[in-house]
């Protein structure tokens, strides 16, 4: 009496979804142009930090530095995966983008924590910094991160992977508007030690956001259940199914970003099962998740009563 089904007809798939592609693969594009503005700003952010001796600018360089190896990783890992699925990989090498994102959060509090050992020892000793010159740097820095942040804005709703790179885009964007208020007190005041701290508010600027999207990263690691999906309320819409009289081992998990998966074993009387047949009941199982609920593959066991009791006891 079991019978499986796959539910795959795009109910789950987002607007920025590429067809037969995960959430990240429709912004390769801008993630690809993301990374020439991060590559470019790098190279003046270092040459203005070598000119002006601006730790806090030399901060925004590092944390650029990581924008350009993360966003790379985040290309690597769309084109990973969406490679076809075979062998012994039957999802292909989709968690390719939630272990890219993953490694984004490291190298993140890497650079945060060199930033603060380093802005400690310049608390110390002040060095000497031009505001004019840092100005002009930290300006240049804002503009190009905001654009890199209109690339990414749609695609970091969609994808961690999108998310991890807009939100290094995000911080570098106030790591540079730090940078200009310094340099500005700098300019009014005189205050030397106002570099110093604006290269402490970028570390702190890096290190909350980091920590977000590490826990939703291993939240799909751990296959949790989607935030967005109310399993109370997946469970209350297949039992108000008629014929339906039960519901167990219901599982909701994620592959990758857009892409979340069910499977339950759905207890329906004999008498339905004879009446309307099995492909009806596991098309209306279909219809009823997929006009509900952004999943994307469902995969459904129909049983008769009775049948629980006979599986092993890791089935339950």
Not at 115 to 137: N, S, W, Y
Not at 143 to 171: I, K
Not at 181 to 202: E, H, K, P
Not at 231 to 250: E, F, K, M
Request: glycine residues 12%; charged residues 15%.
């Amino acid at each position: 009496m079991g019978a499986g089904h796959h539910h795959g007809r795009g109910h789950g798939r987002g607007p920025g979804r590429g067809r037969g592609g995960t959430a990240a693969a429709a912004y390769r594009g801008r993630l690809r142009l993301t990374l020439a503005i991060a590559c470019a700003l790098l190279v003046a952010e270092v040459v203005g930090a070598l000119l002006t001796g601006s730790l806090a600018l030399l901060a925004d360089a590092g944390h650029v530095a990581t924008d350009v190896i993360g966003i790379g990783m985040a290309l690597l890992a769309i084109s990973a995966a969406q490679r076809p699925a075979g062998g012994r990989r039957t999802f292909g090498l989709a968690r390719m983008e939630i272990l890219a994102a993953l490694l984004n959060c490291l190298l993140l509090f890497g650079v945060g924590g060199y930033i603060l050992f380093e802005a400690v020892q310049r608390l110390r000793d002040p060095a000497e910094v031009p505001g004019g010159l840092t100005v002009l740097f930290g300006v240049l820095g804002l503009l190009l991160n905001m654009v890199s942040l209109a690339l990414l804005m749609r695609g970091q709703r969609e994808s961690l992977n999108v998310r991890g790179a807009f939100l290094e885009v995000l911080a570098d964007a106030l790591g540079s508007l730090a940078v200009v208020i310094a340099a500005l007190v700098i300019l009014a005041t005189g205050w030397q030690r106002a570099d110093t701290v604006a290269s402490l508010v970028i570390a702190l600027l890096i290190v909350p956001r980091t920590v977000r999207l590490a826990r939703e990263a291993l939240e799909v690691l751990l296959e949790a259940a989607p935030r967005d999906v109310d399993l109370d309320q997946v469970r209350a819409h297949i039992l108000a199914l008629p014929g339906v009289t039960d519901l167990h081992d219901l599982h909701v998990w994620t592959i990758t970003s857009g892409m979340p998966v069910l499977s339950a074993h759905v207890v329906v009387g004999r008498e339905t099962l004879d009446a309307v047949g099995h492909e009806q009941m596991l098309h209306d199982l279909q219809e009823c998740l997929g006009g509900h609920f952004d999943v994307e593959h469902c995969t459904f066991q129909l049983e008769p009563h009775g049948h629980a009791d006979h599986e092993p006891g890791l089935c339950h």
